[in-house]
């Protein structure tokens, strides 16, 4: 007869608990970042990562270098320690070639991953079909939200409006171009890795893809004032089907509530590309 033996309680959550430290989503955690639920939202972190990796192991390297230095130089009998003050040519020398190394190996590595990324990925605006467009205006202490409407052109009367409240579908090119009413602002969506500035009388842009539904922050990154700590918003990510259907009562209910006559509302632009 054979017998199936099942680990113990005490046995079976140490095991679990120790395999899901091992997941992405335990890193996060032990990182203190947000869950990633992006499509590039992993190429930022992993700057991140390679940064603590570099700088712990520059960080090793010069203890142990000190602990040499104090145990096999230090003064003692029959040996009398050496000192100097490092004024030399000598010192000047390996000083620059040492933090040159450093600077070459540590920022010259992220400098070059960064720009890779931001060329091939981050500044690479998406040309998808399916993509949403979305402009936002910022001011002191809320986000303002335009989608075009069936027309497919801004700042007309079936525009879709949301204040502090951005809904988007989930595996799609989201492409957000913002400008700022009053002061300079920060767009940052932490669960995303990505921000940008809304500078005002000026355009800036950003694009983002969603892997994961739910909601998710939208921060100001940017100090705008006294209440920038209230600079809040939610960006909700849904189905496609839930987004068209979404967009079908809102233009719905922002056609009833257009007033020709309130130009302070008519704050959308036309989109170039």
């Not at 972190?45 to 520059?58: H, I, K, N, P, Q």
């Not at 390996?94 to 010259?108: I, K, P, Q, R, Y």
Request: net charge neutral.
């Amino acid at each position: 007869m054979k017998v199936q033996r099942r680990l113990s309680p005490a046995v079976a959550a140490p095991a679990v608990a120790l395999l899901s430290w091992s997941t992405r989503a335990g890193a996060e955690l032990l990182s203190g970042r947000p869950e990633d639920v992006s499509l590039d939202g992993h190429l930022g972190d992993r700057l991140f990562d390679l940064t603590t990796v570099m700088v712990g192991g520059l960080f090793l390297l010069m203890v142990t270098v000190l602990l040499v230095v104090a145990i096999f130089h230090r003064d003692r009998p029959g040996r009398a320690a050496w000192y100097f003050h490092g004024r030399g040519k000598r010192s000047l020398l390996v000083t620059a070639a040492f933090c040159g190394t450093v600077f070459l190996s540590v920022d010259g590595t992220l400098l070059v991953n960064s720009f890779e990324d931001l060329n091939e990925h981050f500044w690479k605006w998406p040309t998808d079909a399916r993509t949403v467009k979305v402009e936002v205006a910022a001011q002191q202490w809320g986000w303002n939200f335009r989608y075009a409407g069936p027309d497919g052109k801004f700042n007309t009367d079936d525009d879709i409006l949301t204040f502090n409240e951005m809904t988007v579908p989930v595996d799609t090119p989201v492409f957000v171009k913002l400008k700022s009413k009053d002061v300079i602002h920060s767009f940052y969506l932490p669960n995303f890795r990505i921000k940008q500035d809304a500078i005002p009388n000026a355009l800036t842009q950003m694009w983002f893809q969603a892997k994961k539904t739910g909601d998710f922050e939208i921060g100001c990154a940017q100090h705008c004032g006294v209440n920038h700590y209230k600079m809040r918003g939610l960006l909700h990510v849904v189905s496609p089907r839930d987004f068209t259907d979404w967009q079908k009562v809102e233009t719905a209910d922002s056609s009833r509530r257009y007033d020709t006559a309130d130009t302070t509302a008519h704050w959308g632009w036309d989109w170039e590309s």
